[in-house]
Each structure stands twice: as C-alpha cells, then as structure tokens.
C-alpha cells in the first residue's frame, strides 16, 4: 500500500499549511502597553456599564477620567490567565475592583458602575501620559 503513504505525507502538509496561516494572525508579543487598544466609554451613568473585547496579548492600562489619577487600573492579556468570559471589572468606592485583571485573548471585559455617580473608562496612564503638574489642587468631590 504506497499509496497510503502518498496521501498521509499529504495530509501533513496540509496540516502545517494551517498552522502557519493561524500562526500568522498574531504578530503582537510585547508585553508592554498594546498601543492598538484604544477606548473611551465615555460617560458611564450610574448602574451603567461598558464592555471591550481584548483580542490579543499584551497589557492594556486605563483610567477613569472623572476621578484619575487615583482611579486606574490594568488589564493583562495573556492566554496563561485564568480568565472567564464575560470578566468583571467594578467600578466602587472610586476604585476598578479588581484593579488589575488578568484575562485570555478574546475575552470581553465588562465594566460595571456600582456607585450613585459617573464614572468612565479610557486607555492611557495618567502619571504617565503628559499631564504634568500636580493638576489644581484636585477639587471635585464627585
Ligand atoms: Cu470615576
């Protein structure tokens, strides 16, 4: 029977043909700050929520633009978390609970506003993105 060999020898081929094109989608392996992801929920109203689908691997860090730079937080995407999907993030007590979070690409993360007031969600480090100066004497009690 030699022509079973022919066509196992084809079927390989045929396998590491797909690997490669599935290997493919996935260029991304910094770890650093993914600077594709970008969002801005906007206002989120009381009881409101806002969700984003993390595709690939990477760390994405965030903030709340009402109530920064206290109210940050991280999101990791590594396929070696232990993630569900739909994720949670709480918005609470002016905090992201939990504030970092580890989640596998593909992993919609919904944001949840708990408290009586809005809040938002955007990409960004406010110590680090460019504010500078120690932003007039942080009124607003929200
Ligand atoms: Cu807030």
Redesign the pocket.
Known sequence: MTIDTHQHSLLAFTVVALLIVVGGCSNSTDSENDPSVTFDSGTISPNGTYSYTFENEGEVEYY?E??KPD?QGKITVTSSANSTDPDTVL?SN?QFQPQQLSVTPNTKVVWVNQESH???VVTGNPSTGGGGGGGGGGGGD?
Do not use: V
Request: with cysteine.
């Open positions: 709340c009402l109530h109210m918005m002016n809005n809040h938002t929200y």
